[in-house]
């Protein structure tokens, strides 16, 4: 366990790899998972096998003793297929936990009141719920979205089309109470689509109160506005 006491060069970290930059996919080289275990003075490369050639989106060590969980999108130009991943031996070997239709998943994130329960943003399903450290998936039947308010809410000139929904939208955002004793914190999302433009517009943050099964906007995008512009619909956060 690491807490404040801990020196820096006995501090477990990891680097993923990927291109995230808007110019085209420039960026580093997809070469997988790096590790170091003496706070960042030296690397290793790990997962070339399973990870390499995507993005990687998110990192989430768990309190389960060398399991680590990794979310990736494929990579233009590559034949990888992203999804959700997981290590049981510290990144030695990787196994791809999501099903064989998922090719993205561009957010993970872990509940710190309850060490088995994570979060993934998946693409085309929406948000997917682990309550066993990441070995299974499921999807709720409820996801985060505005299908059927007749407004163009990702400003694409279309209403009520799939990317109005965590289903079909091109990105989902995660996060999580930090509440350690609170053993279902509330988990938000952040629902992102493309514009008539091309570009990505936020369609809104929603909040779930009960772990994914219901969820419930708090902020919607203004439409036809910039995209930095909401409007607050209420609910705490």
Do not use: H
Not at 54 to 59: D, E, G, R, V
Not at 132 to 137: A, K, L, Y
Not at 172 to 182: F, K, R
Request: net charge negative; no cysteine.
């Amino acid at each position: 366990p690491v807490d404040d006491t801990t020196a820096l060069n006995k501090l477990i970290v990891y680097g993923g790899t990927g291109k995230f930059s808007s110019a085209g996919g420039q960026g580093g080289f997809n070469v997988g998972l790096y590790k170091s275990t003496n706070g960042g003075d030296t690397w290793g490369l790990l997962g070339s096998d399973s990870l390499a050639g995507l993005n990687i989106t998110s990192i989430v060590p768990t309190t389960t003793a060398d399991t680590v969980l990794v979310a990736a999108v494929e990579a233009n130009g590559t034949s990888g297929q992203g999804g959700i991943f997981r290590t049981t031996d510290g990144g030695e070997s990787f196994v791809r936990v999501s099903s064989s239709s998922v090719n993205a998943a561009t957010d993970l994130v872990a509940d710190p009141g309850d060490p088995t329960r994570f979060y993934a943003g998946v693409l085309g399903v929406g948000v997917m719920v682990s309550t066993d450290t990441g070995e299974t998936w499921n999807s709720p039947a409820v996801q985060p979205g505005f299908l059927g308010d007749s407004i163009d809410d990702n400003n694409d000139g279309v209403s009520d089309d799939d990317g109005e929904a965590a289903t079909g939208a091109n990105r989902i955002m995660l996060a999580v109470e930090q509440d350690t004793s609170n053993p279902s914190n509330v988990v938000f999302a952040a629902v992102i689509d493309s514009d008539s433009a091309n570009d990505d517009f936020p369609i809104g943050v929603f909040r779930s109160p009960d772990a994914g099964a219901s969820w419930t906007p708090i902020r919607k995008v203004i439409s036809g506005t910039p995209s930095i512009s909401f409007q607050d619909n209420g609910g705490s956060p």
